[in-house]
Antibody, heavy 122, light 108 residues
Framework: QVQLVESGGGVVQPGRSLRLSCAASRFTFSTYAMHWVRQAPGKGLEWVAV????????NYADSVKGRFTISRDNSKNTLYLQMNSLRAEDTAVYYCARDPGILEPYYYMDVWGKGTTVTVSS | EMEMTQSPATLSVSPGERATLSCRASQSVSNNLAWYQQIPGQAPRLLIYGASTRASGISARFSGSGSGTEFTLTISSLQSEDFALYYCQHYNNWPPITFGQGTRLEIK
């Protein structure tokens, strides 16, 4: 069964950095675009970033542009989200999710991980 | 930026009855719309893509319709496991990808 497992969440002070990871298994990771989506406590879903299958293209929500970087290591079947200059409003559960398009993204998500919680607080 | 508006915010329906959830886009998204279900404490699950195509393994009780700016998710013969949060998401003219604010489907 296709699986995504996030890790790296935790409690961090405002202004600090954190790197999330998402380990993919049981599918050909290197052929799919991948997304990060977050959900603040009690709130709805917010798309964060997307990266192409080969890592050559990426896009970000305005709320994280210039602070977050999405990347991937296809040799390790792993997706990353480097989060810098964290703010209280970045507090959320962060989900990695697969885009179902092979080589070309469709920009919706067909497989989701269980999420990892990031809390930004002093 | 595209805005997705879901209505109602909360829908109360009895088990066995039909639920109809709405999603409106601020401009046309053609049929580039997906629906997700989220049980509290769990990850979202893809239900519908292309406005009306059920995702793999999704019950035929779930159906989607609409195009342009008006979309509907219908759940027939509600079962206990269907009471959850539902989100629509457009994937037209990205970025950004945007979600609706969600509809909570609760037991009446």
């Amino acid at each position: 069964q296709v699986q995504l497992v996030e890790s790296g969440g935790g409690v961090v002070q405002p202004g600090r950095s954190l790197r999330l990871s998402c380990a993919a298994s049981r599918f050909t990771f290197s052929t799919y675009a991948m997304h990060w989506v977050r959900q603040a406590p009690g709130k709805g879903l917010e798309w964060v970033a997307v990266i192409s299958y080969d890592g050559s293209n990426h896009n970000y929500a305005d709320s994280v542009k210039g602070r977050f970087t999405i990347s991937r290591d296809n040799s390790k079947n792993t997706l990353y989200l480097q989060m810098n200059s964290l703010r209280a409003e970045d507090t959320a559960v962060y989900y990695c999710a697969r885009d179902p398009g092979i080589l070309e993204p469709y920009y919706y998500m067909d497989v989701w991980g269980k999420g990892t919680t990031v809390t930004v607080s002093s | 930026e595209m805005e997705m508006t879901q209505s109602p915010a909360t829908l109360s329906v009895s088990p066995g009855e039909r639920a109809t959830l709405s999603c409106r886009a601020s401009q046309s998204v053609s049929n580039n719309l997906a629906w997700y279900q989220q049980i509290p404490g769990q990850a979202p699950r893809l239900l519908i893509y292309g406005a009306s195509t059920r995702a793999s393994g999704i019950s035929a009780r779930f159906s989607g319709s609409g195009s342009g700016t008006e979309f509907t998710l219908t759940i027939s013969s509600l079962q206990s496991e269907d009471f959850a949060l539902y989100y629509c998401q457009h994937y037209n003219n990205w970025p950004p990808i945007t979600f609706g604010q969600g509809t909570r489907l609760e037991i009446k």
